[in-house]
């Protein structure tokens, strides 16, 4: 039997574990997180952007555990907002990352913009970093449009604002298998696979 691959995700976020770990089963590889490994150190994003705050988790995470470690960052570019809140999503309300609080402030900030001037992507960073070798990075994202009033109950942070190109449902009214088909962090995860399938064969 093939011993499974350990892999560290690189985030104290509950709900992007569960997201990562789904996108990565079928794969001969043990996931781990921070809440598996505590004492793990803090890593601060303060990149100028998504690329440099994943690969920052990524490599702080691999030098600690000696592991291959796979981290993202994610953002929300609203073009009415020059980009904004782009690398400080998870805490544009406030450094304690309140979704609920991001959200308000986004509707705030676009104000009484119409809907056809709404225009919005999700990006997301993923990179794979493991002790003596370079770390790749990939990414993923979707286009989509910020609604005026939230819907859904499922996923997180802005899930239920954004409703992506082609679809009439917000990402929070998506169950989490039809989100994964579709989402950025699904699409950059997938690219990461590819990535990871290569370390199963070094």
């Known amino acids: 039997m093939t011993t499974p691959l ?3 995700l690189a985030t104290r976020n509950r709900h992007k574990v569960e997201e990562i770990s789904t996108l990565l089963t079928g794969l001969p590889v043990e996931i781990l997180s921070f809440h ?24 702080a995470v691999a030098r600690a555990t000696g592991l291959p470690s796979l981290a993202d960052d994610t953002g929300l570019e609203v073009e009415a907002l020059d980009g904004a809140p782009g690398v400080f999503s998870a805490r544009y309300a406030g450094p304690e990352g309140d979704y609920e609080a991001n959200n308000t402030r986004l509707l705030a900030e676009l104000g009484d913009t119409p809907a056809a001037a709404r225009r919005a992507r999700f990006r997301c960073v993923v990179a794979l970093a493991m002790p003596g070798r370079e770390t790749r ?4 994202r979707t286009e989509g449009t910020i609604i005026e009033t939230p819907r859904g109950s499922s996923g997180f942070g802005y899930d239920p604002l954004f409703v992506p190109d082609g679809h009439e449902r917000t990402y929070a009214e998506m169950t989490g298998d039809e989100k994964n088909a579709i989402s950025h962090r699904g699409k950059a995860v997938r690219a990461g696979i590819r990535l990871v399938r290569e370390l199963l064969v070094l």
């Open 36 to 59: 598996d490994m505590p004492g793990l150190p803090e890593v601060v994003e303060d990149g100028a952007t998504l690329e440099e705050n994943a690969i920052k988790k990524a490599e």
């Open 137 to 140: 990075v990939v990414e993923g």
């Open 6 to 8: 350990r892999l560290v």
